[in-house]
């Protein structure tokens, strides 16, 4: 077999291991998790969702998420190639364009890049001035060394603390949980990792001015291209 581009992307590639390896390699497992139905959303939130341009998005996937169909997606997947972007398919080339991710997801596709650094050092103190709490530290186990965790929350951990907002709440607690909720929903959808199991800290860190305008379309697309690349 012929290959005409990365020699070394090939050799990691399902369809080098299928059709070099004669391997038989199962459909993929979806990462996106969905809203979920644990976190209530309410409409007091909504002019602070609104004002990050996630309003559209987050009414269509608090509704429901669509069902994919994994053996597809794997298809997809198998043929595609980071260098172009793009899934080489019998008939030519296709790709995910922004005009997609838009039209699909309500996503803005205009504003400012989201761009921030990823440094996580101090990050419970800064997640505690967004939200008020952060999660537990782990124990110090014997000979003084402490569990490895995530910068971050866990989704049950989230859900404990934030599911309902209280009914006599003022504007800055009703903020707090809309930022939550936003930090839940993108964690799980736009987001979603393989664990299923983490909010990672800096997409809540990505919220920390709400008008900020950011292109959330284009760093979902972004995000897609390095995942599908990871696959």
Known sequence: MVWLLNDVY??????????????????????????????HYDERYTPYIE???????????????????????????????????SFHLRT?????????????????????????STDSEG??????????????????????????????????WIAANFAHCPEDADDEVIQRYARVYMWYVISRTIFADGTGKNAPWMWLKALTVLDNKFSWGSAALAYLYRQVINC
């Not at 090939?10 to 996106?32: G, Q």
């Not at 429901?64 to 595609?80: F, G, K, M, Y």
């Not at 364009?97 to 039209?103: A, E, K």
């Open 10 to 39: 090939d050799v990691e590639h399902r369809a080098y291991f299928m059709s070099e390896k004669k391997m038989e390699l199962t459909p993929l497992k979806i990462r996106s998790h969905g809203a979920s139905s644990v976190m």
């Open 92 to 116: 030519g080339e296709m790709t995910v364009t922004l005009q997609d991710v838009s039209m699909i997801t309500a996503l803005p596709i205009e504003g400012k890049p989201l761009c921030m």
């Open 51 to 85: 004002m990050t341009g996630l309003l559209p998005f987050v009414q269509l996937v608090s509704r429901s998420t669509p069902n994919l169909n994994a053996a597809a997606v794997t298809t997809l997947i198998d043929r595609w190639r980071p260098e172009t972007h």
């Open 123 to 156: 990050w419970r103190h800064q997640m505690e001035a967004l939200i008020g709490m952060s999660p537990q530290e782990p124990e110090v186990e014997d000979g003084g060394k402490k569990d490895r965790v995530p910068a971050g929350a866990t989704f049950t």
